[in-house]
């Protein structure tokens, strides 16, 4: 798309005498609604102003770019007014201001204008070119000045890695707080003083849109000193050790030989806090990349289910079980209250970890698909059964994360070849018709599966009737830790509910041995990341205690993070503590005559310590399987 796509001929004044700065931001208003650009004009008038508070948009030599981004905004435009005498507009260098352009930026959807709008701020850190604007005579003489002047620039810019080839490097940072000018004119005029320097340099543009050209770890760590031009915060933590120099948008576009000249006494920076490395990806390997998607979704994931489980805890802390065993947890007003927040926030889960696995394989194109994934994942919907039937739970989401990212990254290649024309409806309109579409198809083939395999699995543990109780108990308490609220666990607890109805000692052995199973994960895990601390980052190791909560609150799914960063070891180890709690229990002829409530049902549960005894084993055993199997982590 080019520039001039964006502006109406009807949107440019020239030769216009302007009173002051809201005369100026008045009259270009005026050319936006004119057009048909605004809404709203009042409230696209409140986001320039609020633009301005932080800082007048003036940004010297004469040039001046107030821009807001606003609900009020119909389409993304530029107007335009050429003012010879100049107007006071607060510039930063005291100098009156003759060439002004006002960017109206919609808020949400697309962003593909932000890249092209970029390129204007960047053709206006010539002087010459602005000058030969504000002399236009005619409209069209304009808007022939600019895209004479974008061509040239296209022409010249190719794959531009670096400025300058000296040996010095350095790279740089710029952002402002709507992403929209002030960015984009910071990193040129960054880049046009490295070269004429002859120092290798790199900025990575921090916009509205996204990070653009962003710095990978091999470039950090080769560089000899940052450049961070930022006027909102941004994540420090990546320049830890680096030389760094801290300054302003304006001051890179005013002055850039001056931050360059600090870069050489600049001090060292040290972050205070958690580190972030930056991956770079040029050297990754697919397993490396595919555990690093994993991992979005999962950090993304673990607050929800650190949140919900506690609010769930606290639900069956506050109920009382004899008003109704069967509805513990919300028998009275106030546990009820807990518990619905909670299983709100648990509700969340699965969505959340499929669409930050999906956001981090194609951006953010595959979130909203990521999200529908892991809805459909987890309420078990199918052609046949569009309301859910078998939900395939953290797996299901697993493939729902991956599926819609990679389906999202491929569908952006094809749509490469549209015309340009549809490059603005692409993102709100192709990319998550085609994409939700696609996931939806692909998870009511798969939940299908999942419910044929509840059905089979149901029939198998009917099948064993009760005569070999230990080998019955180790089968339901590694169900109960295999999938954490998917088939084979859902199948292993409708079993022991559905035995518990039966109202004998066999059926009451039967519900101890499958709660047994589903507390042993979250506690094993616990136990795991205090005593194994190098097999789990850190984010992992200050959620790990959490999970003696869970655990003794037979809140399975605390477990789930652990399992879904790592399931090929993660989940054999529970399985193993937790069928061996499974058999124990069913060895001490444990009882439990409620479905639920871990450790505040305890009070009905026929030979408590040494349940007790087969909890505390099952745990041991999957925590030391896990310090085993489990890799060290680089922090």
Not at 182 to 208: C, P, W
Request: hydrophobic fraction near 50%; include cysteine.
């Amino acid at each position: 798309m080019k520039i001039s796509e964006f502006i109406d001929p009807k949107g440019i004044k020239l030769q216009v005498a302007l009173e002051d700065q809201n005369d100026a931001i008045d009259q270009l208003i005026a050319l936006h609604d004119s057009v048909g650009n605004l809404k709203d004009v009042a409230q696209f008038k409140e986001a320039i102003l609020a633009r301005e508070a932080k800082g007048s948009t003036a940004i010297g030599n004469g040039i001046a770019v107030p821009h807001g981004k606003s609900a009020a905004v119909a389409k993304a435009a530029v107007t335009a007014i050429t003012c010879p005498a100049g107007v006071d507009y607060k510039a930063l260098d005291g100098k009156p201001s003759n060439l002004l352009f006002m960017i109206a930026a919609p808020e949400g959807g697309a962003d593909t204008h932000l890249e092209v709008l970029s390129k204007l701020m960047t053709m206006l850190m010539d002087a010459a070119f602005c000058k030969t604007l504000v002399e236009a005579k005619t409209v069209d003489e304009f808007l022939g000045l600019i895209d004479k002047k974008e061509a040239e620039k296209d022409a010249a810019s190719g794959v531009k890695a670096t400025s300058g080839s000296g040996s010095k490097k350095i790279v740089a940072v710029t952002a402002c707080p709507t992403g929209i000018a002030h960015t984009f004119m910071a990193a040129e005029s960054l880049e046009q003083k490295a070269k004429e320097l002859g120092i290798g340099f790199r900025v990575e543009k921090d916009g509205s849109g996204g990070a653009k050209d962003p710095l990978t770890a091999a470039e950090i760590a080769e560089a000899d000193a940052v450049i961070v031009a930022c006027d909102k915060n941004i994540d420090m933590s990546v320049f830890d050790g680096k030389k760094v120099v801290l300054a302003s948008t304006k001051e890179a576009i005013h002055t850039p030989e001056k931050l360059f000249e600090k870069a050489e006494t600049a001090s060292v920076y040290h972050h205070t806090g958690a580190v972030t490395k930056r991956a770079d990806d040029s050297n990754e390997t697919l397993g490396r990349q595919l555990y690093k998607h994993l991992m979005n979704g999962v950090s993304h994931m673990l607050p929800f289910v650190i949140g919900g489980g506690i609010l769930i805890a606290i639900a069956f802390l506050l109920d009382d079980y004899s008003i109704d065993p069967s509805n513990f947890g919300s028998n009275t007003p106030v546990a009820a209250w807990f518990k619905t927040i909670g299983g709100g926030a648990f509700g969340f889960m699965l969505p959340i970890l499929a669409g930050f696995i999906a956001q981090s394989i194609a951006d953010r194109p595959g979130l909203a698909v990521g999200f529908v994934g892991g809805l459909l994942a987890s309420t078990g919907a199918t052609f046949a059964n569009p309301g859910g039937a078998i939900p395939s739970a953290f797996l299901g989401a697993l493939v729902a994360g991956f599926a819609a990212g990679y389906f999202m990254k491929w569908l952006e290649k094809v749509c490469d070849v549209l015309p340009q024309s549809l490059e603005g409806i692409k993102p709100v309109l192709i990319y998550p018709l085609c994409g939700i579409t696609v996931i939806g198809i692909i998870m009511c083939a798969i939940n299908p599966i999942v419910g044929a395999l509840n059905a089979w699995i149901s029939g198998v543990l009917t099948g064993m009737g009760t005569t070999s109780l230990i080998p019955l108990g180790i089968i339901l308490g590694a169900m109960m830790a295999t999938d954490m609220g998917g088939p084979l666990n859902k199948a292993a607890y409708v079993f022991g509910t559905a035995a518990l109805a039966e109202q004998n000692e066999v059926g009451w052995m039967i519900m101890a041995a499958v709660m047994v199973g589903g507390m042993v994960p979250p506690i094993a895990i616990a136990l795991a990341t205090l005593i194994f601390p190098k097999k789990f980052t850190v984010a992992e190791r200050k959620a790990g205690p959490v999970n003696f909560i869970m655990g003794f609150c037979f809140i399975t799914e605390g477990a789930i993070p652990y399992a879904a960063a790592d399931p090929l070891h993660v989940i054999p180890s529970l399985m193993v503590g937790s069928g061996v709690a499974g058999a124990l229990s069913m060895a001490f002829k444990c009882t439990l005559m409620a479905p639920h409530g871990g450790i505040f049902v305890f009070p009905v549960v026929g030979h408590a310590v040494l349940y007790l005894v087969a909890l505390a084993i099952g745990s041991a055993v999957s925590c030391v399987l896990l310090g085993v199997l489990k890799k060290t982590v680089e922090d």
